[in-house]
């Protein structure tokens, strides 16, 4: 969702409620869960950064991102622990 999120704003300004309709999701779960912490991590720009609560905020992706290496995960769930071995046929333990 994240990777989508930074496409969708690659090339325009985009509000929460215009994501929400493209995504199908509520405009609180785009905030929450994705816009905050996208802005906190800086891969987004706000359209009016003097004013946050401006009626018509919108966001941008930054210029300065690579989107292809921009992961739908976050950060903390990418640690070693939580890694999962899918590699297929399963490796079966030497005797």
Known sequence: MRNTILKLCSE?????????????RSSETIRTHFINPMLSEKLLELKYPDEPTHPQQAYRTLLSQNISQISDTPSYARSPENIVDTSYPPATPEP
Do not use: C, G, P, S
């Not at 325009?12 to 199908?24: C, D, H, M, P, S």
């Open 12 to 24: 325009r300004y985009l509000t929460v409620k215009r994501l929400a309709e493209i995504l199908n």
